[in-house]
């Protein structure tokens, strides 16, 4: 059974930086896209960045490229999120996702397995 588990999440100033972690057990991730997905109160989840396992294909939601950057570790069957230049629209819980399929899809229906969510807070 698949496992995810998020975690780095805190209160920053905007203009700083976090990274999230998103420890993954359960199966073998190869075949999997691994995407990040964000819920600010009052607001539906949308996408922030996917990451195909097996070759490292990434896609961003246009509010956070060139500012958020998505990675994994194979060794540590982890997903990273690094968040640099971050404002206090960044404010929202952060989920970890997993979709078995070939391609990036965005939709979170799609997406058969999630973590628990981390609260990032960025102040003004």
């Known amino acids: 059974q698949v496992q995810l588990v998020e975690s780095g999440g805190r209160l920053v100033q905007a203009g700083g930086s976090l990274r999230l972690s998103c420890a993954a057990s359960?199966?073998?991730?190869?075949?999997?896209?691994m995407g990040w997905f964000r819920q600010a109160s009052g607001k539906e989840r949308e996408f922030v960045a996917a990451?195909?396992?097996?070759?490292?294909?990434?896609d961003y939601a246009d509010t956070v490229k060139g500012r958020f950057t998505i990675s994994r570790d194979n060794a540590k069957n982890a997903v990273y999120l690094q968040m640099n230049s971050v404002k206090p629209e960044d404010t929202a819980v952060y989920y970890c996702a997993a979709d078995r399929f070939y391609i990036i899809r965005k939709s979170i229906r799609v997406y058969e397995n999630w973590g628990q969510g981390t609260q990032v807070t960025v102040s003004s």
């Open positions: 359960g199966r073998t991730f190869s075949s999997y896209i």
């Open positions: 990451i195909r396992w097996n070759d490292g294909t990434t």
